[in-house]
């Protein structure tokens, strides 16, 4: 009979107590691999959010809010650049030679759904969604932004141009997360809010023109209008520029008044009033990037920055998230210790008791190792049994959230979801139950034969 | 086959003083042969049978089996020497509770180094009348049962030397005559030799040898 279902037989003479220390080892490696798996999912989730595009351009300040509030729609954003800055990339302009792709985003306004839920509203231009990719698919190729059956991407509205302020300009697209949990569909409108707290006035009404498909990045949380429309609105003129507005512009005074459900008579705004909240940058070389980061960041009177946005995730991560998590890893492996230990008090407790079978084993020819073997082996049981039990508690309730997780964050956690580390845990558990299944072996090693024989009588 | 000779043991009292238990000049049993020995309670009979089987380590003296001096060889030997020749019978019979009547037969295998042979343990265990019981665990298992599956265990290794300690000390009479008359008989096809310790005159009766401790063993003279 193999030491396995001898120790196998002496877990399930012992079931109350051998299940408890199972679950407990069970959920203290439960906990682990939520903590490893939820980092590295976030870990992955804000390095892909971050991909597509080689630089954010946005106003001074700090660069980690700056990437906190382009990509992930976290925290304030920085104050605003100038649009004629946003022109130095296209068309021509000072660093449009080394950019691919340009992308200006104007921040500041949200959309609060009827459910009370509120979202970011971006304006924006189409290439958000046709030049910039995020992340890349399993077979290398980059992953384009998709929309559902029956949606389509902004029209590209030239500034100033007739388009820029008919129907195209006040369409809308909206993230599969915010579709999902406002019931925003296509042909739907919205009236986005002034401010991010949802509790200024409302703006005039979009139409939603398209619903993306699930990117599993912050976009899916968001609403995307045209940046020609968010020009429109009211309180979008460049900043210093509102006395000049009242004085010279009196028509748009005017508008101001019946602007509410009528876009169609709104002036467009000039461009040498317009602003930029960040400037999503794709250069055409690998060095672009760092030539426009000197350029951006070191040049005479600059007023903007660029920041790598990979770069500051990257010491987001390794500075803040990181030590959070070798933090929480210290104490899940703590739980796990405790739980070794339960199972160190449970065996030994029971080898009283066990001296005589110990015993007859001895009888029967079983070594002095033999008996030490089949105690170890019975730790180790118990703690891959109740590790693996953790493995799948740990999944399971990862699946469980999966659906709730997506819907709130975007993120999408599967419960098949593994991450190598977790491999790392079955020979550490192994490590962790030879050295508490050691005592007890021990024990069993030094087992009196002919008094335990002898006290059986 | 099994000759004990001039074997000494004494355990140390707390006061340090030394408790002669054994001092057996000489004792010898042929091959298949079947011996009892009977002696008082205190005597030494449990202390000769596990110094025989290598259990208990003697101060002095030789234990042969076969030819090998069982004192001679290192402990992890020792065991695996015992395992393959030799028996044990129980007086509590010692099955394990958590094990199947065939699993605690099968159990007797485990360590004798040896590919184990799973028709033999149930092959033995049908020889005892235990052929439809063999997923039973003992608690399932009538008294007489639990003994019969311990002499099946004592006997699936092909020892030389089948050791019974009071063997029937905890059964009715009804069954104790079934558990020597199987003992017996099983040795006996089997050609193993029997060393048979008990009280009971109703069980030393029926054996053609029957040693007194007290003539063996100078201490219990």
């Known amino acids: 009979m193999p030491f396995w279902k001898i120790a196998w037989r002496n877990i399930e003479q012992r079931a109350l107590a051998s299940s408890l220390t199972a679950l407990s080892m069970a959920l203290g490696v439960a906990v682990m691999i939520a903590v490893i798996v939820i980092h590295s999912v976030a870990v992955r989730q804000f390095e892909q959010d971050a991909q597509g595009y080689n630089l954010i351009v946005g106003g001074k300040g700090g660069a980690l809010q700056l990437v906190l509030s382009t990509v992930y729609y976290l925290g304030q954003p920085l104050y605003p650049i100038p649009y004629s800055y946003y022109e130095k990339f296209i068309d021509g302009g000072e660093f449009a030679d080394l950019t691919e792709v340009a992308v200006p985003e104007c921040l500041g306004d949200s959309y609060v759904a009827p459910n009370g839920e509120l979202f970011r509203v971006v304006g924006t231009t189409p290439d958000l969604f046709d030049k910039i990719h995020y992340g890349n698919n399993p077979d290398g190729t980059p992953k384009v932004y998709e929309f559902q059956p029956g949606g389509r991407n902004l029209k590209n509205a030239l500034p100033l141009r007739e388009e820029a302020f008919g129907q195209a300009a006040f369409e809308a697209v909206v993230g599969s997360v915010a579709a999902a949990r406002s019931g925003l569909r296509v042909g739907d409108k919205i009236n986005p809010t002034h401010g991010l707290g949802g509790e200024g006035h409302k703006h005039d009404a979009f139409t939603i023109v398209g619903v993306l498909k699930p990117t599993g990045t912050a976009n899916d949380r968001a609403v995307f209008i045209n940046i020609e429309g968010f020009y429109l609105l009211e309180g979008h003129a460049l900043s210093g520029h509102e006395e000049h507005e009242a004085a010279g512009h009196a028509e748009e005074a005017a508008h101001e008044h019946e602007h509410e459900h009528e876009h169609e008579h709104h002036e467009p705004l000039p461009l040498d009033q317009r602003e930029v909240t960040s400037i999503l940058v794709l250069c055409k070389s690998a060095l672009g990037p760092t030539v426009l980061d000197t350029a951006i960041n070191k040049g005479e009177g600059h007023i903007a920055q660029a920041v790598a946005p990979i770069r500051e995730v990257t010491r987001l991560m390794d500075g803040i998230v990181g030590p959070i998590r070798l933090l929480l890893l210290v104490l899940t492996v703590l739980i796990v210790i405790v739980a070794a230990i339960s199972i160190l008090v449970s065996i030994y407790n029971s080898m009283s008791e066990r001296s005589h079978d110990i015993a007859v084993m001895r009888a029967l020819g079983a070594s002095r190792s033999a008996v030490m073997n089949i105690v170890l082996v019975e730790s180790i049981l118990l703690s891959l049994g109740g590790g693996l039990l953790g493995v799948l508690l740990a999944h399971g309730m990862i699946g469980l959230a999966s659906p709730y997780v997506e819907a709130r964050t975007g993120v999408t956690l599967g419960w098949l979801q593994f991450d190598w580390q977790e491999i790392v845990l079955i020979p550490a558990l192994v490590v962790l139950a030879s050295l508490v299944g050691f005592l007890p072996a021990v024990s069993a090693y030094r087992t009196d034969v002919a008094k335990a024989l002898a006290g059986s009588r | 086959m099994l000759l004990v000779e001039n074997v000494k043991k004494s355990y140390r009292e707390p006061d340090g003083s030394n408790l002669a238990i054994l001092d057996i000049p000489r004792l010898a049993v042929d091959a298949g042969e079947q011996v009892v020995i009977r002696g008082r309670s205190g ?100 008294v007489g049962e639990q003994q019969r599956v311990a002499v099946a265990r004592a006997l699936v290794n092909r020892p030389v030397l089948l050791l019974a300690d009071e063997p029937t000390a905890n059964i009715d009479p009804m069954h104790q005559q079934q558990v020597i008359d199987l003992l017996r008989e099983v040795c006996r096809d089997e050609n193993v030799a029997m060393l048979l310790v008990t009280h009971a005159d109703e069980v030393s009766n029926q054996f053609e040898r029957v040693e007194h401790l007290e003539n063996l063993n100078r201490v219990a003279a």
């Not at chain 2, 089987?53 to 090998?68: E, H, P, Q």
């Not at chain 2, 129980?90 to 007797?108: H, I, P, R, W, Y």
């Open chain 2, 43 to 142: 005597g030494g009979k449990t202390t000769l049978l596990n110094a025989i089987a290598g259990l208990t380590m003697v101060d002095a003296g030789r234990i042969a089996l076969n030819g090998t001096d069982v004192t001679r060889i290192p402990e992890v030997g020792r065991d695996r020497f015992r395992a393959r020749h030799i028996g044990f019978v129980f007086q509590t019979f010692n099955l394990l509770a958590g094990f199947s009547a065939l699993e605690n037969v099968m159990l007797g295998m485990t360590f004798t180094g040896q590919p184990r042979d799973s028709k033999r343990a149930v092959g033995l265990l049908e020889r005892v009348g235990l052929g439809h019981r063999l997923s039973h665990k003992p608690a399932a298992l009538s």
